[in-house]
């Protein structure tokens, strides 16, 4: 079974960053594809980042320039480099695991960790 902790979560201001961190449980094989959404309240989840097995990233358009995903085999993690926060970026974090390519589901999903942007 596929285990995702997520970490690195907080407040900050307008302007500032954060890096937010995903761990898989031992012998989980991340280089599937691996993705990070975000939910605001009252929104729906949307996906920000993703990494395909190759090592191809995309980005929604919302971020793209200011957000990377990065993915460290030996560690078995994940991460997700936010620069340049907006207030818009507010919301609970997800790390996502697909059980291989990125064409299907993402199968595997971890708590969340927030994120919180003031103006």
């Known amino acids: 079974q596929v285990q995702l902790v997520e970490s690195g979560g907080g407040s900050v201001q307008a302007g500032g960053s954060l890096r937010l961190s995903c761990v898989a449980s031992?012998?989980?094989?991340?280089?599937?594809?691996m993705g990070w959404f975000r939910q605001a309240p009252g929104n729906e989840r949307e996906r920000v980042a993703r990494?395909?097995?190759?090592?191809?990233?995309d980005y929604a358009d919302s971020v793209k320039g200011r957000f990377t995903i990065s993915r460290d085999n030996a560690q078995n993690r994940v991460y997700l480099q936010m620069n340049s926060l907006k207030p818009e970026d507010t919301g609970m974090y997800y790390c996502a695991a697909a059980r291989g390519p990125c064409v299907g589901l993402f199968a595997y999903w971890g708590q969340g960790t927030q994120v919180t942007v003031s103006s």
């Open positions: 031992r012998y989980t094989d991340i280089t599937r594809c």
């Open positions: 990494i395909h097995p190759s090592g191809v990233t």
